[in-house]
């Protein structure tokens, strides 16, 4: 990308900003949207990002791309070092429109990193100049990582929704967890599907799905994250690992 169309479309000659923040378990950063694009990454720890259209859980092998104006909301699990950029409007690319998930290869990572480091892009450098457009390009190819949970707008689906998100693990029947939303489970099941595209029950799949991706980035062993993803047989969960990614957890973690 020249130096003219850079200047054009960030006037202050900063087209890429860097922002380094340790936050501590459970902390919230509530729903808000800024003029600039955001790529939402942590370097270690995991976080449950949330637009008023999808969720997910981030682990260090993955980020959100956040275009401007997205209103979002994140949420830390566990200790989060969060390595995060800022992007001026990034023209016309039409993969870089949508909040999406994307996959963080190594070269991505240390390329956030060194702009991490460097706090600011000046577009008068030329080193910076190529930076950024070295970002832009790993960031419109990224492979886009599965499993996104598309969320219910019925404010008492979404409050099931937001139950099976903080406890993805849950066993509780979904007859229970109706009584807490103030519709019956008739009701909502209806609901998911009309608004979600999803039954209740493979959405509530899809949230176990993120849980195991994150406990495995985290270096759980398969047992554990079948566990903590809600399933009491290893042989279930990696017969479901499978069917949602195609590979086993193992294959999935050594991968």
Not at 145 to 168: N, Y
Request: aromatic share 6%; with cysteine; proline share 8%.
């Amino acid at each position: 990308m020249s130096l003219t169309r850079q200047n054009a479309r960030d006037p202050d000659g900063f087209p890429v900003r860097g922002l380094a923040v340790t936050y501590p378990d459970g902390h919230v950063l509530d729903r808000h949207t800024h003029p600039w694009a955001q790529l939402v990454y942590a370097s270690s720890g995991a976080m449950r990002v949330a637009t008023p259209a999808a969720a997910w859980l981030v682990p260090p092998t993955r980020a959100i791309w956040a275009p401007g104006g997205t209103p979002h909301e994140i949420q830390m699990r566990g200790r989060v070092a969060m390595r995060t950029l800022y992007l001026a409007p990034v023209g016309d690319d039409p993969r870089l429109d949508a909040c999406r998930a994307i996959e963080v290869t190594p070269l991505l990572r240390e390329l956030i990193l060194h702009i991490v480091r460097i706090g600011m892009l000046d577009i008068e450098n030329p080193a910076h100049a190529r930076l950024e457009g070295l970002l832009l390009d790993l960031l419109a190819a990224a492979e886009t990582a599965p499993l996104e949970l598309p969320l219910p707008v019925d404010p008492r689906a979404r409050a099931l929704a937001d139950r099976l998100l903080a406890e993805p693990g849950s066993e509780a029947a979904f007859s229970d967890l109706a009584r807490g939303a103030g519709a019956s489970l008739r009701t909502l099941q209806r609901l998911f599907l009309a608004q979600t595209g999803l039954s209740l029950d493979a959405w509530r799949g899809r949230a176990r799905m993120q849980q195991a991706v994150v406990s495995l980035s985290a270096g759980a062993s398969v047992t554990t994250a079948a566990l903590e993803a809600g399933y009491s047989s290893p042989s279930a969960f990696i017969a479901a690992f499978k069917r949602a990614f195609g590979v086993t957890p193992a294959r999935w973690r050594a991968g």
